[in-house]
């Protein structure tokens, strides 16, 4: 039976309507990044297709569909009506149906039920990397003396646990997981999921909800874009059965969601991109990740434009200035208060932009003096290439270069800032902070880039004084 579809995938099935005595009708299943459809062809005027005929012309296919083959079950949620094509010469029309949640089983019970599940665990980029969890551990032993000597190795596959914390209603947690399937000999691949539990079923945008409040934090810890990969549920309706139809067991069952396919076909970050998280998770605890789901929505005018920019891949430098800039006057306005020496960003005696990006460096408390002559000149340079970008009134785009590394800079200003709120003193105390400006301050250096004090990038160094 088949329990995975890769992308482009495409399959001819029988649709079975639940609610009613439908004529047999054959279409073909297809899974792209937009999500699964359901392609149903048939003649106009004819009693065989009188149902299908109302799914299309009506523009109202049934909530579920189950469709099958000899080799595939799949279970079908939250249709609705995707177009159709005629031809009008041969009365014949191609019927198009989307599908919101396409699952890899037959589901038990009344099939005109909505779709709620208790438990669904995600694979995401950098999660492996980031946990640290295996599923494997090795042993070996020796017996015997020279040719004679036999070495035995000895695997343990088993999945462990990592964190568990909860967010609002929702247990999440973090363990590894392992595949072990499609290959011939020894084959274990090792993974990391995260999974939602509710007390009771909920719909799979419920999990869906809390799972990406986490993602925009890894996607922070990386600085990069990070994307579901793939879905699986459990839940009591979807069981194994003997034959007699004797439960046996309550399988893990792969999930296709139209919100999420699209992830599945974007490049995943390289080794690089997750070699340096600014944190951990054996330096986090469970409170920490609490805390985060809970501020995240209070927070989300700050950490959105940034969390958005980073799940985009090969994006114009200009939006990096833009997004980040954006969320750093979120965070000078109405995440931190007043701060010392910010009077010297003020126009006219009144906050403007670089006071609320000067705010957000000032609290990171760190050393700019390798590429900046002060805090404020840092300041006023983001918020001078932003309004360079913004206003068609200032005249030309700035140098490129000099917005990149800016807009770099602030990014991982927002980053180190989102971090620093929702840490315990002693979990931030572990970030390393001045990492991730090490390269951007070397293409200062390189280039012979100083930023003054009235926010514009020289490019003749001063020299030291004294």
């Known amino acids: ?213 986490f993602i925009a934090l890894l996607s922070l810890i990386f600085g990069t874009a990070v994307s579901f990969r793939n879905h699986q549920i459990r839940d009591f309706r979807f069981t194994d059965k003997t034959i007699n139809g004797t439960v046996h067991g309550f399988p893990y069952v ?50 959105l434009p940034v969390v958005g920019l980073l799940r985009v891949r090969n994006i114009f430098v200009e939006n990096t200035v833009i997004n980040a800039a954006m969320s750093l006057e979120a965070f000078g306005k109405t995440v931190v208060g007043r701060v010392d020496g910010e009077e010297d960003t003020y126009w006219q005696e009144k906050p403007i932009l670089a006071t609320y990006i000067f705010r957000g460096i000032k609290t990171l408390h760190l050393s700019w003096e390798s590429i900046a002559a002060s805090e404020v000149g840092l300041a006023r340079a983001i918020a001078k290439n932003y309004n360079a970008i913004k206003h068609p009134d200032k005249g030309e785009f700035p140098d490129s270069f000099h917005t990149k590394v800016l807009g770099q800079f602030a990014t991982n200003i927002v980053r180190l800032n989102a971090l620093k709120l929702v840490t315990r003193e002693e979990e931030y105390a572990k970030v390393d902070a001045e990492t991730i400006f090490r390269g951007l301050t070397e293409l200062f250096e390189l280039n012979n880039l100083f930023i003054n004090d009235d926010g514009i990038i020289m490019s003749d160094k001063p020299l030291p004084t004294g």
């Open 1 to 213: 039976m088949i329990e995975h579809l890769e992308l482009d995938a495409v399959v001819p099935v029988l649709p079975v309507d639940p609610g009613k005595e439908t004529p047999w009708v054959v279409g073909t299943l297809t899974l792209t990044e937009h999500g699964v459809r359901v392609d149903i062809p048939y003649v106009t005027h004819e009693e065989q297709f009188k149902t299908v005929s109302e799914w299309i012309d009506g523009e109202s296919p049934p909530e579920n569909l189950f469709v099958t083959t000899n080799d595939l079950q799949m279970s079908l949620f939250g249709l609705s009506y995707g177009g159709h094509s005629w031809n009008l010469g041969r009365g014949t029309v191609q019927g198009f149906i989307n599908v919101e949640e396409a699952l890899m089983k037959q589901r038990d019970g009344n099939p005109l039920d909505p779709l709620l599940v208790e438990e669904v665990r995600s694979e995401i980029d950098g999660l492996i990397e980031w946990s640290g969890l295996s599923s494997v551990v090795t042993s070996s032993t020796s017996t015997g003396e020279g040719r004679t000597r036999r070495n035995t190795i000895h695997y343990t596959v088993s999945s462990v646990d990592g964190l568990i914390w909860t967010q609002g209603e929702a247990t999440l947690s973090i363990s590894s997981s392992w595949n072990g399937k499609g290959r011939h000999g020894i084959h274990i691949e090792d993974r990391c999921v995260l999974t939602t539990k509710f007390d009771e079923p909920r719909p799979f945008v419920d999990h869906l909800v809390e799972q990406r409040k």
């Open 254 to 303: 792969e999930l296709i969601s139209r919100e999420t396919i699209r992830e599945y076909a974007t490049e995943k970050p390289s080794a690089a991109d997750l070699r340096f998280p600014l944190i951990r998770m054996s330096n986090l605890t469970s409170e920490t990740l609490t805390k985060w789901g809970e501020d995240y929505d209070s927070l989300a005018r700050f950490l």
